[in-house]
């Protein structure tokens, strides 16, 4: 192919560079380049430069252009497409179901072969004597398909026989002969094709053993002899790892990742039809670990300031979404199950049914029992308790959830522990090393958090969960658990609890206390003081008395107060203390209109007292040994014994008016 000369411009516009820079490039000498023959306006001389010493990208656009008709074109030619012709003609058409028979890589594979043939499809097309010649601006003269062929390959960088092989199967094939075909035998080793014990052996120590790919090719050398007598030589470690990792993959996950992955990632399952379903019908409950280690400061039954993971036992409302039960344990149980239910029905209702998990505590033995107490409530209730099916998460609503609340709530705490020992961060290991040395009093401070700060800002973090989380899940349509809880459940169908009675049972922790100043009690370090006006009354009169508090160790916000005998004297609630953050004047005005009630009440009734004893005529016994009128007074005229109180009377007769009193001083003051 002769050299072609081009100008300054030309080269511009082949290769987008600046004319400063290819003058630059010029004097260097990395640009060959010659006086031209033409002349400018002033006179001055010009240069052309070398189309081979361009770039090969602008050489390949230079020689793309369109074919020019020169002198040696036929008439013809001349007569049938004069100056129309254009070598690099438009693809040929392909249906959308021949592409979608081919993955993205063979469609652009099949595409880009196509584009080089393009040219020898229309011009087979055209008749033998419509044929034209044409002559690129190169000089190259194509009056036949060899020479386009020629032409073509030098274009492509290709060898003509590619072309040829390439055109050959499009027009036998179509648009599918310019895809490589796949070898039948891919992937497959003939070796292992002729020798079932070898593939067997293999498949026993990678399935049965779980051996890795390398211990289980290792194993077949040392075996072979005895599996294959007459083999001298064993198949490639390659053919080996091929054929191992082109097992069926429910076979893998089954064999070496055992049972529970096969049911998560291959077995089938039914989809809910949740738009079928309304609010408080079903609720769903399981316990989740978090994945942030805590300071504990509250579970009973674990050390002070030890390092504990804490257990979030949660139930689900399965049409919403919406989070309506909470508790937190250092070791989930039924009784747990118990406190998340109580806060459910005493904020949402009564629902329907209450699927739980299967297994006794993720020991896996068993099924997990409701405690006693939280059986009698769901009779009682009409609450249908159902099991989901044994060691399957996708029957769980809420496992979803749990995996939500890691991700997006637990790895914010700098004491994250990721989801296994391998994902721990070293921010983590860092923080439980210097607890360690905090507990055996090197540090003045522990870098976990406490677990009371910890539950207290997860309550947060759930309240906007269902608030303000936008879910995407089917029926949700974008909108928030509460938007869809409020929605559909309407306030008539609305099941509550007629009796708050119904729900004590669920106080499953018992402990005797006495009662002190102000109706309070002593419990897991905290005071606690009653809730309401008709609680205050009853205790006031239980003072330096011992008492059952039946409390909730999952929510230890509040507390109930039983005689000895189990009945009921009144609710409690966890005392605000000012050290624990600001408190508000009307609760300091609330209490101290409760203090001064309770203390009139009590000089009320001991005013009462005494005038009964005076109208009854019985004078102290101070008086009597001052006036000495017991040893004068003869016996037939003695007064009769005066009426007193007894103790029994307090309960009975006076007890329900003290009560009253108070309560309706109180409802008054408010």
Known sequence: MPNNWLSIQDVTDLTGWHPQHVRRLAREGQLRHRPSKQVRRDGRGQREYALSSLPVEAQLKFLKQPLLSGPDCTALALRSNLNQSNLFASLPEVTE?????????????????????????????????????????????????????????????????????????????????????????????????????????????????????????????????SLEPDCTRPPSYSAVRSYLQQLPKPLLILSREGERQFQERCEPYLLTDFETLVPNQIWVSDHGQHDVWVRNDLFSGVSTNAAVRPWLTAIIDMRSRKIVGTAWSATPSSHTISSALRVGIESFGIPQILYVDNGKDYEKVGRIDFSPECSGVLVRLGIQPQYCLPRHPQSKLIESWFGTVRKRFDCLWP?????????????????????????????????????????????QWIAEYNSQHPHTGRGMRGRTPDEVFNELLLPGQKRLIESPEVLYALFWDRQRRKVSEGGCV?????????????????????????????????????????????????????????????????????????????????????????????????????????????????????????????????????????????????????
């Not at 293999?202 to 075996?223: C, M, Q, T």
């Not at 607890?435 to 401070?445: D, T, V, W, Y």
Request: aromatic share 6%; glycine share 6%.
């Open 97 to 225: 179901p021949e592409r979608l028979n081919f993955s993205a890589r063979q469609n652009a594979q099949a595409v880009k072969r196509l584009e080089a043939i393009a040219p020898l499809v229309e011009f087979r097309s055209r008749s033998q004597r419509s044929r034209p010649t044409f002559r690129t601006a190169g000089g190259v003269a194509v009056r036949s398909m060899s020479s386009l062929v020629g032409y073509l390959a030098n274009q492509h960088h290709l060898s003509a026989r590619t072309l040829w092989n390439w055109y050959a199967q499009y027009r036998k094939l179509g648009y599918a002969g310019l895809v490589d075909r796949v070898r039948s035998d891919k992937g497959k080793s003939r070796f292992l094709k002729a020798h079932p014990a070898v593939r067997a052996y293999l498949e026993n120590k990678y399935l049965g053993e779980r051996l890795s790919i390398r211990l289980v090719y290792r194993a077949l050398l040392r075996d072979l002899r």
């Open 415 to 459: 004491s994250y522990c990721g989801p296994g020992p391998k994902d721990r961060p070293e921010q983590c290991t860092a923080a439980l090393k210097e607890h360690q040395a905090f507990l055996k009093g090197k540090r003045k401070s522990s870098p976990l958090p406490l677990a009371s700060e910890f539950i207290a800002t997860a309550r």
């Open 522 to 670: 002593q419990l897991y370090g905290e005071r606690y003081e009653p809730a309401d006006g008709e609680s205050l009354a009853k205790l006031f009169l239980e003072i330096e008395r011992d008492v059952l508090v039946a409390c909730d160790p999952a929510n230890l916000g509040e507390a109930i107060a039983l005689d000895l005998d189990g009945r009921l004297l009144g609710r409690l609630r966890a005392q605000k203390l000012i050290t624990r953050g600001p408190v508000s004047h009307e609760d300091i005005r609330a209490s101290m209109r409760i203090r001064r009630t309770a203390r009139k009440a009590i000089a009320d009734y001991v005013t009462g007292l005494s005038g009964i004893r005076a109208r009854a005529g019985d004078r102290s016994e101070i008086s009597q040994l001052q006036n000495g009128d017991r040893a004068e007074t003869p016996r037939a005229e003695q007064s009769p014994p005066p009426t007193l109180v007894r103790s029994q009377d307090l309960h009975t007769v006076a007890r329900p008016d003290f009560i009253d009193d108070i309560v309706r001083e109180l409802t008054d003051g408010e």
